[in-house]
């Protein structure tokens, strides 16, 4: 019993976010007598919802030992591809959402397959890949909001109430996919082998791991993160917006840092992604109580994501 214990005991990594996360709560609960009510903690789950789906996209590739740039840019394509298919065209809803998402999942095949296949690096490819998507979403749009959407897009953003707080069906998703990558990651093969292909490349392929096909099926996956995360986006605004996404490819990567996933592969946990969101969502959320400007919030932000890739390089170097 004692022996297997330990499997269900966070790791280090992941009990570090969960401890500055729960200082911040607490500093904030001194702060403002709002912040501990069950409408305020729904309220950031719903304000960090979108980004949140983005980050486990933004996870799996990180340990890999890559980066992607192109998310944020990848999902604002994928929703006003739903969103224009669905009230220009006429199209099915559903399968409008399903167009939506073959975008992004194209997406990350091609930054996937330029990876792999002409060995770029991660950072100049996404990086490609977003002015890309850019420039195709606001071309296609006309860089305008489309509005009039049918009622069944925003069934994500509709809510239920559990005692005084108020949830989305879209938050429940958001933490079900989480629970789903955590099972990926922890208790399949195709999981352990984005872990060892981030640790050490040449070692999993000479394994017998095809390397090749592991990193492009996880910019895949990650491409279909950012597809479920345009519906998000679109059910919680309740429009297709071309201006959406323009700095959710860095609050993912702060939040993938935050939670503990190491820049350089292999080391990481979906779970302390999770943490990292909600520190990034309470942060934002406690100085927007105490009326700070946004201005801070950006610089504080910043200052956290600093340390805690600071703190993984002096881990990386230790180890």
Same mark, same amino acid.
């Given at each position: 019993?004692?022996?297997? $214990?330990?499997?269900? =005991?966070?790791?280090?990594?992941?009990?570090?976010?969960?401890? /500055?996360? $729960?200082?911040?709560?607490?500093?904030?609960?001194?702060?403002?007598?709002?912040?501990?009510?069950?409408?305020?903690?729904? =309220?950031?789950?719903?304000?960090?919802?979108?980004?949140?789906?983005?980050?486990?996209?933004?996870?799996?590739?990180?340990?890999?030992?890559?980066?992607?740039?192109?998310?944020?840019?990848?999902? /604002?394509? %994928?929703?006003?591809?739903?969103?224009?298919?669905? *009230?220009?065209?006429?199209?099915?809803?559903?399968?409008?959402?399903?167009?939506?998402?073959?975008?992004?999942?194209?997406?990350?095949?091609?930054?996937?397959?330029? *990876?792999? #296949?002409?060995?770029?690096?991660?950072?100049?490819?996404?990086?490609?890949?977003?002015?890309i998507a850019f420039a195709v979403t606001q071309l296609y749009s006309q860089a305008q909001t489309i509005t009039g959407?049918?009622?069944?897009?925003?069934?994500?953003?509709?809510?239920f109430q559990i005692g005084q707080a108020t949830f989305t069906f879209g938050t429940v998703l958001m933490l079900g996919?989480? *629970?789903?990558?955590? =099972?990926?990651?922890?208790?399949?093969?195709?999981?352990?082998?984005?872990?060892?292909?981030?640790?050490?490349?040449?070692?999993?392929?000479?394994?017998?791991? /095809?390397?090749?096909? *592991?990193?492009? %099926?996880?910019?895949? $996956?990650?491409?279909?993160?950012?597809?479920?995360? /345009?519906?998000?986006?679109?059910?919680?605004?309740?429009? !297709?917006?071309?201006?959406?996404?323009?700095?959710?490819? =860095?609050? #993912?990567?702060?939040?993938?840092?935050? %939670?503990?996933?190491?820049?350089?592969?292999?080391?990481?946990?979906?779970? !302390?992604?999770?943490?990292?969101?909600?520190?990034?969502?309470?942060?934002?959320?406690?100085?927007? $109580?105490?009326?700070?400007?946004?201005?801070?919030?950006?610089?504080?932000?910043?200052i956290l994501v600093i340390l805690a890739v600071a703190t993984d390089q002096l881990t990386h170097k230790k180890g």
């Amino acid at each position: 019993m004692s022996s297997s $214990l330990p499997k269900f =005991l966070p790791s280090i990594a992941t009990l570090g976010p969960v401890i /500055a996360l $729960l200082a911040a709560c607490l500093f904030f609960a001194s702060q403002s007598e709002r912040f501990f009510s069950g409408q305020n903690f729904s =309220l950031i789950l719903q304000q960090v919802m979108v980004v949140g789906i983005i980050a486990i996209g933004q996870t799996l590739i990180i340990l890999t030992a890559g980066i992607d740039l192109s998310c944020g840019m990848a999902m /604002a394509l %994928g929703s006003v591809v739903m969103t224009k298919f669905a *009230v220009d065209l006429g199209m099915n809803p559903y399968l409008a959402v399903l167009c939506g998402i073959a975008v992004t999942v194209l997406i990350g095949f091609i930054n996937g397959a330029l *990876v792999t #296949s002409i060995k770029l690096p991660a950072f100049i490819v996404t990086l490609g890949t977003m002015n890309i998507a850019f420039a195709v979403t606001q071309l296609y749009s006309q860089a305008q909001t489309i509005t009039g959407l049918p009622e069944s897009m925003g069934f994500f953003g509709n809510t239920f109430q559990i005692g005084q707080a108020t949830f989305t069906f879209g938050t429940v998703l958001m933490l079900g996919l989480y *629970v789903l990558t955590w =099972l990926f990651l922890r208790d399949t093969a195709p999981g352990r082998h984005i872990y060892a292909v981030g640790n050490n490349p040449e070692s999993a392929r000479l394994t017998g791991i /095809a390397t090749n096909k *592991v990193l492009l %099926g996880v910019y895949m $996956l990650a491409g279909l993160c950012y597809g479920i995360a /345009a519906l998000m986006s679109v059910a919680r605004m309740g429009v !297709g917006d071309p201006q959406g996404g323009q700095t959710d490819n =860095l609050d #993912s990567i702060t939040a993938v840092v935050l %939670g503990g996933t190491s820049l350089f592969g292999g080391r990481g946990s979906i779970m !302390g992604t999770l943490v990292g969101v909600l520190i990034v969502g309470v942060f934002r959320n406690g100085l927007t $109580l105490m009326g700070v400007s946004s201005v801070y919030q950006i610089l504080v932000t910043g200052i956290l994501v600093i340390l805690a890739v600071a703190t993984d390089q002096l881990t990386h170097k230790k180890g």
